[in-house]
C-alpha cells in the first residue's frame, strides 16, 4: 500500500540553522512526492514537488530529492528564519488513484 | 492568487445533528477533494469527486457522509448524524489537471467540534 512516514516534531531551531526534516515512504506504482507547508492558523500550501526519481524541488530556499533507493524525499533548508516556522507535511501521490497520502506533520519553531 | 476557500472556519455542533461544511473551489478546476485530520493524527483522504460524481471513496467515507456541487461554485460535505469522533479539522482541495504530478491546492480547513 501507500503510506508516508515522518520525522516526530516539534522542532525547536535558532535562526540561521540547518533544517533537515526526514521523510520516507512506501508506495504501489510511481508516486510524486510533495512537501506541503501550514502557517499558523492557514491552509496547506504546496512547497515543492518532484515527480521522478533523482528530481530534485526547490522553493523558498528549501530543497528535497526524490531518492528512489531509499524511498525518501527529506526536505533541507541551510538557513531557517522565524518565518519559517510551520508544520511540514510530506506526501506522496500514487499513479494508480487521485488522492494525496499524508505524513502525520512535523512543527518547526525558529527561535531568534 | 486564486484561493480555496472553506466556511465556516469553525462550526460546533451537538452530537447527532446534521453539519453542512462549504467549499468554494477554484473556478476553472475539475476535481474535488475533502480530507480531514483528527487532531495529533495523519491527514486523512475522504473523497474525491469529478464529473458530479464521487470518483474515489476511502473506508472512512461511509453513509453517513455525502458530498455535493449544487451549483457551479460550490462543493459541500455533509454529515448526516454527527458523532464525537467526527471532531476534526476538514480540509477542502481542487485541482484542475489529472495525473499524479498535479498538486491539489487546499483551503484553510473548517474545524468541526462535536459536542
Known amino acids: 500500500g501507500n503510506s508516508v512516514t515522518q520525522m516526530e516534531g516539534p522542532v525547536t531551531l535558532s535562526e540561521e540553522a540547518f533544517l533537515t526534516i526526514n521523510c520516507t515512504y512506501t508506495a504501489t506504482g510511481y508516486p510524486s512526492l510533495f512537501w506541503y507547508v501550514q502557517y499558523p492558523g492557514e491552509g496547506l500550501q504546496l512547497l515543492l514537488k518532484a515527480t521522478k526519481a533523482d528530481d530534485k524541488g526547490s522553493n523558498k530556499g528549501f530543497e528535497a530529492t526524490y531518492r528512489k533507493e531509499t524511498t525518501s524525499f527529506h526536505l533541507e533548508k541551510g538557513s531557517v528564519q522565524v518565518s519559517d516556522s510551520a508544520v511540514y507535511f510530506c506526501?506522496?501521490?500514487?499513479?494508480?488513484?487521485?488522492?494525496?497520502?499524508f505524513g502525520t506533520g512535523t512543527s518547526l519553531t525558529v527561535i531568534p | 492568487e486564486p484561493e480555496v476557500t472553506q466556511t465556516p472556519s469553525h462550526q460546533v455542533t451537538q452530537m447527532g445533528q446534521e453539519v453542512i461544511l462549504r467549499c468554494v473551489p477554484i473556478?476553472?478546476?475539475?476535481?474535488f477533494y475533502w480530507y480531514r485530520q483528527i487532531l495529533g493524527q495523519k491527514v486523512e483522504f475522504l473523497v474525491s469527486f469529478y464529473n458530479n460524481e464521487i470518483s474515489e471513496k476511502s473506508e472512512i467515507f461511509d453513509d453517513q457522509f455525502s458530498v455535493e456541487r449544487p451549483d457551479g461554485s460550490n462543493f459541500t460535505l455533509k454529515i448526516r448524524s454527527t458523532k464525537l469522533e467526527d471532531s476534526a479539522m476538514y480540509f477542502c482541495a481542487s485541482s484542475d489537471l489529472q495525473g499524479n504530478n498535479q498538486p491539489q491546492h487546499f483551503g484553510d480547513g473548517t474545524r468541526l467540534s462535536i459536542l
Open positions: 473556478s476553472n478546476h475539475l476535481y
Open positions: 506526501a506522496l501521490r500514487s499513479n494508480t488513484g487521485n488522492q494525496f497520502y
